[in-house]
């Protein structure tokens, strides 16, 4: 413990902390701009400033632990005089077109001036302003950016993807992939996580809202879709707690901006379990019985870990299932299977998926999410342009009633809702596995894979297979292994393991994001601690609230079946259902040798 | 195969040879072969010096010894002819047929072509009479353009690696902690942290891999300090690493040299080799047990990867940009591991140190400031080059006395001391002594001890210009203060010399220049505003004469907005 005192206040805190973080014990705030806590202190932008006595100089709160006997002044004219200079200079190479940007409101640049009173900008001169690089999901105005270097540590030391950078030196540096070369042309997964932690609007999605707005216009057939994460997350627009459950507000809302259909993307995630679900039955069976396949075999919901392969590991595609991830399969079964129903024809029918994720706007891109030459999802908006879109629409979202998604694609069992976070999906399918191949429930509290449920980076499980119905025979005695994880460091982890033929596991889930889907990159931004916590437990608690929480129990699957699909990994499901992959290697270098063809750049 | 070296006798019978071949010649003429001299064509000298005793038919009774820098850069090629300490300067492939055929075959010194004192009007043919030799004391410089700088048998000929052998075998670690220590001697890179105490943190340290590393990224526009003496004496460098090595307990050492100086790097690379071969660097060095290696990391001119906490980022890869300390690199440095960095300049101070004792070095100096200090002259004074004299000794005697003064008639006007980093000493301060306390209260620094004379012609506000255009430049771009601050009060001290200064903008780069001060992560940013504000202490109504009534008393400034006129003329002198 350290006893220190701040702005003349005695207290004793724990000496590994930082001042930063000690001052906020006693509800002292100090302003920072490149923190994050728990992740990096980068010491870039001098904004936390303190007077220590007997320093030098001032010195950044948020990388100075605190010492014992250590007299400290958070707020002394010398620190709020080098605060004003340093924000004004930050001010002095940033473009200022506060009124036009969509982080107007959510800057983090213009609350820290608030707070610091600035009125003035003395120091005008040269800007380095970069054109804007538009990606398929990533949108990067260097015009805007501070070099706080939050994206450069969530890229490099969170994602270990490491695209984002430093390039240039001093008053020239610029945050870029190497070569200064474009996002899409690197090898960027497109996870968002940059545009989660940037402080103004220099990284964001790039933007759909425009395109939806035009379809919903148009007069032709609008129909969308919601990812499970966004049920927890997009109450935080609207000012609601991270992890309320506004479900059936989300379904209002989506009716009040004009979306013909509104489906459940949960649906299809039920789906998926019963594709994927089969399709490693298979190759277990296949395995386990004198023939061929690859294990383990690997979740493949999350375009970003789907990119991440492709880049860093283009040989182990055949460990992916080849289940295309639930919104494209929703796209899929809109355009043949409803389309029919309704009689439209597919290319009069648009889709629309609202997902917390960055890198479903370069999925719907991909050549292999297309049937019949048209596209099965053609807009993807983040929870974050949700939310924009239904302020502009007007709409009070706290004020909704609830109301329900429609059916035939809109009804879903609890084991889809935990598909938003890290461990759901592998969960959900071994409820339906399990029970598929011992015709028992699985053996857990509340059906929840207790290992495999939480925040650690890799987590595993163990489940032996004691009494298989006679179809299962050949798994008498043999103990399954999974393993999850989140976030593409993770990843890293399990696919070394694999290149290694070191892996012990059977089936394994990765989601891009570290935590799942409900922290994706195009969720909404939250200054809560806790957000994580949250939302997982808003999704657990939706799970947990409904009757039905095994995918294989949801009525409207198998009435799918029965009407379109026939059976699982049937002709139908793989026409419609599944995919195949594209080798990119690093800087697409694999897919441009093989001239592949480039996903189209919709701006 | 040479045997290694692994008794004091092995190294006895090195010296003998080497002297005794020496004896045998009527003459040894030691050319110099600083960089300003290579840049002179001293290479011509040299063979041309060779060709013509050859002719003469006294090729045998010659020795022609290639040097590392004697200092005096202005008046290069110059060579120094024994016995007797003929100094000459100014030479070419003329001069030199003139001096082989009258003196090194008739034994006549060639007057005219010795060392001119411009301030006594008369030539002063011998070294020892020359005034800018005699008050210096030269310790790190010792060998410097004495000795053949590729022979490590020259080397051990001046009583090198006796230092590392004596340490090795008969002292404790502690006990060359303690010697460095009472010498007194403070890092020469700039910051003067008492090196040993910094030994003694890392000797202090218990972990299983330490390393040393040496600073050779010197980047102070017109410091060569260092370059000289890795291009003179690259094995007391390696002596250095070697006994620092020894005493915090590192078996690997780096040396970190910036690429701009390709001929340091290869005459230190030579010298790791031929010291390798010798056994002094590798596994049980003079049979003591001791395991000691360099490897030479080659830097990209990134001026604050001098700064420690960049240049052991830039050694193990990543961008070259400071962090925050602590820790510092005692603590956790190099790829984690407790690492001592220190500078060259402090290095090849420490065999002399340790085979003399520290009492011996602690009596040159000052109370706080012991030994000597290299200094690099550059601008308007008559001897531009580097000379080591002992610490205190005023500006005025080095710049007066030593070098001779201001040329061409011209008046002084200020010296900047330290560099970009450094300040303003005006004419009236000159008999300051030279410092590390003195010089801060002048508002100048040490640092690496460059010394840049500026003569009545010189417009302060361009100069600080200038030095901010460095720094500037040479910002990492890390820390907002530093990146935008610098860029910020470029653009001001740019307006002010393009005559478009603004009431109010001296006191607005006084306030960025506190901010700066205050509020940047490492030692570039923190001195950033050094140069300015020193300039607007002591000259401040040059400022303001720039902004009321566009005059530039100096007459650099408004000239067809050639705003690089000037800095090309500084830049064409310093280097």
């Not at chain 1, 974050?384 to 059916?407: C, H, K, T, V």
């Not at chain 1, 039905?548 to 699982?568: A, C, D, Q, V």
């Not at chain 1, 139908?572 to 270098?589: A, D, I, V």
Request: with cysteine.
């Amino acid at each position: 413990m350290a006893e220190i005192t701040i702005n003349g206040l005695k207290t004793t805190v724990a000496d590994d902390l930082t001042i930063l973080e000690a001052a906020k014990t006693v509800g002292i705030h100090i302003p920072t701009l490149c923190n994050m806590a728990d992740v990096s202190s980068f010491g870039s932008c001098r904004i936390c400033v303190v007077e220590v006595e007997g320093a030098r100089t001032l010195q950044v709160s948020c990388l100075t632990k605190v010492r014992d006997g250590m007299v400290i002044k958070t707020n002394s004219g010398k620190v709020r005089k080098a605060r004003r200079v340093l924000y004004e200079l930050l001010l002095s190479d940033h473009d200022q077109e506060c009124l036009t940007c969509t982080r107007s409101g959510s800057c983090e640049l213009q609350a820290v001036g608030e707070v610091l009173g600035v009125k003035e900008t003395r120091f005008a001169g040269e800007h380095i302003s970069p054109p804007e690089d538009v990606s398929v999901s990533i949108t990067r105005d260097m015009g805007k950016c501070i070099l706080c270097r939050r994206c450069v540590a969530a890229c490099n030391d969170i994602q270990n993807t490491g695209v984002l950078n430093a390039q240039g030196r001093g008053f020239d540096t610029v945050i870029a992939p190497a070569m200064f070369s474009p996002l899409g042309d690197a090898s960027c997964v497109f996870c968002g996580q940059c545009t989660v932690v940037c402080p103004t609007g220099a990284l964001r999605e790039t933007d759909a809202t425009k395109k939806v707005w035009d379809m919903l216009d148009s007069g032709s057939r609008t129909v969308v879709q919601v990812a499970p994460a966004i049920r927890v997350a997009i109450g935080e627009e609207f000012g609601m707690e991270p992890g309320s459950q506004v479900t059936g507000k989300l379904a209002s809302a989506l009716r009040a901006l004009g979306f013909d259909d509104v489906f459940d993307t949960n649906f299809t995630a039920d789906l998926t379990i019963i594709e994927e679900g089969t399709e490693f039955l298979g190759r277990v069976k296949a395995a386990l019985t004198g023939g061929t396949a690859t294990l383990p075999m690997i979740t493949s919901c999350s375009p970003g870990w789907i990119k991440f392969i492709e880049h860093h590991y283009p040989d182990r595609l055949d460990n992916l299932s080849t289940c295309k991830s639930p919104h494209t399969m929703m796209g899929a079964l809109v355009k043949s299977f409803y389309a029919d129903k309704i009689g439209k024809k597919p290319e009069d029918m648009k889709v629309v998926s609202v997902m917390p994720c960055t890198a479903k706007k370069f999925e719907i891109n991909r050549h292999e999410m297309m049937n019949d030459g048209v596209p099965n999802v053609d807009a993807v908006l983040t929870t974050r342009e949700l939310g924009r879109m239904i302020r502009e629409a007007g709409i009070d979202f706290r004020a909704l009633p609830d109301s329900e998604f429609e059916n035939p694609l809109g009804m879903s069992t609890g084991a889809a809702d935990i598909f938003g976070v890290t461990g759901g999906v592998m969960e959900a399918a071994l409820r339906t596995v399990f029970e598929l191949v011992t015709g028992k429930e699985l053996p857990f509290d509340k059906l929840h894979v207790a290992p495999i449920v939480g925040f650690e980076q890799v987590k595993e499980a163990a489940i032996t297979i004691e009494d298989p119905l006679p179809d299962y025979a050949f798994l008498k005695g043999v103990t399954v292994r999974v393993a999850v994880t989140s976030g593409t460091a993770g990843a890293t982890m399990l696919m070394d393991q694999i290149e290694k033929g070191e892996s012990p596991y059977h089936f394994i889930e990765v989601m891009g994001c570290p935590g799942g889907c409900i922290m994706g990159g195009g969720q909404p931004r939250s200054a809560d601690p806790n957000v994580k916590e949250k939302r997982l437990k808003g999704l657990y608690s939706e799970d947990e609230s409904k009757v039905m929480r095994k995918s294989h129990e949801n009525p409207f699957i198998t009435k799918l079946y029965e009407e379109f699909l026939g059976e699982p990994n049937g002709h139908k499901s793989h026409e419609y259902l599944h995919t195949h992959y594209t080798p990119r290697g690093m800087e697409n270098r694999l897919a441009d040798k093989n001239m592949v063809k480039k996903e189209v750049n919709p701006a | 195969m040479t045997e290694s070296i692994k008794t004091l006798k092995q190294l006895e019978d090195i010296k003998k040879a080497y002297l005794d071949a020496q004896e045998k010649y009527d003459y040894i003429v030691y050319v110099c072969g600083g960089a300003g001299c290579v840049a002179a064509k001293c290479d011509l000298v040299r063979t041309t010096l060779l060709a013509e005793t050859e002719k003469a038919g006294i090729g045998g009774k010659v020795s022609v010894i290639q040097t590392g820098c004697m200092g005096t850069c202005a008046i290069g090629p110059v060579m120094l002819v024994t016995p007797g300490n003929i100094f000459y300067t100014e030479l070419n492939a003329a001069k030199i047929k003139t001096i082989v055929s009258e003196h090194l075959v008739n034994g006549n010194v060639v007057e005219e072509y010795t060392f001119f004192d411009a301030a006594l009007q008369k030539h002063v043919p011998k070294m020892d009479d020359i005034n800018f030799f005699k008050k210096q004391v030269k310790i790190a410089l010792r060998n410097c353009g004495a000795m053949a700088y590729d022979d490590i048998t020259a080397y051990i000929a001046r009583d090198g690696y006796q230092a590392a052998y004596t340490a090795l075998t008969e002292l404790s670690p502690q006990k060359v902690v303690d010697e460095v220590k009472a010498s007194g001697l403070r890092g020469r890179g700039g910051a003067g942290f008492p090196t040993g105490i910094k030994w003694q943190a890392a000797h202090d340290q218990k972990a299983e891999q330490k390393y040393m590393v040496c600073n050779a990224d010197e980047g102070d526009p017109g410091a060569f300090m260092d370059r000289s003496i890795l291009d003179g004496d690259p094995h007391s460098v390696v002596e250095g690493m070697l006994l620092g090595g020894y005493a915090i307990g590192a078996s690997i050492g780096y040396i970190y040299i910036r690429a701009e100086y390709p001929v340091a790097i290869e005459r230190i690379g030579e010298a790791i080799d031929q010291a390798r071969k010798y056994g002094i660097l590798g596994k049980d060095i003079f049979g003591s047990g001791f395991d000691f290696d360099l490897e030479i990391r080659m830097g990209a001119g990134v001026y604050v990867c001098g700064e420690e906490t960049a240049l052991m980022a830039s050694i193990e890869g990543h961008r070259g940009e400071p962090r925050q300390k602590p820790p510092l690199p005692f603590q956790s440095g190099l790829f984690g591991c407790p690492t001592n960095i220190n500078n060259v300049e402090t290095l090849a101070n420490i065999p002399a140190i340790v085979k003399n004792g520290g009492k011996w070095y602690a009596q040159y100096g000052i109370e706080d400031s012991k030994g000597t200090k290299v200094f690099a002259l550059a601008g308007d004074v008559v001897m531009t080059g580097i000379v080591e004299v002992p610490i205190g000794m005023t500006m005025r005697e080095i710049i007066f006395d030593i070098c001779g003064g201001i040329p061409n008639g011209k008046k002084i006007k200020a010296v900047q001391s330290g560099g970009p980093s450094g300040g303003v000493v005006t004419e009236i301060d000159l008999d300051t002594p030279t410092d590390y306390k003195s010089l801060q209260q002048l508002g100048a620094i040490m640092g690496s001890g460059i010394l840049i004379v500026m003569n009545e012609d010189t417009c302060m506000v361009d100069s600080a210009r200038y030095f901010m255009e460095f720094t500037r430049e040479e910002s990492c771009g890390k820390c907002n203060a530093c990146r935008l601050g610098t860029k910020r009060m470029l653009e001001i001290l740019e307006r002010i010399v393009d005559g478009e200064g603004e009431e109010g903008d001296v006191e607005l780069l006084e306030e960025l220049c506190e901010v700066i001060a205050n509020t940047s992560l490492c030692g570039l940013g923190q001195t950033a505003p050094n140069a300015v504000m020193s300039t607007i202490r002591y000259f401040r109504e040059e400022y303001d004469e720039h902004i009321r009534d566009g005059i530039c008393r100096a007459g650099v400034c408004f000239t067809d907005h050639d705003k690089k006129a000037y800095p090309q003329r500084l830049r064409g002198r310093v280097l």
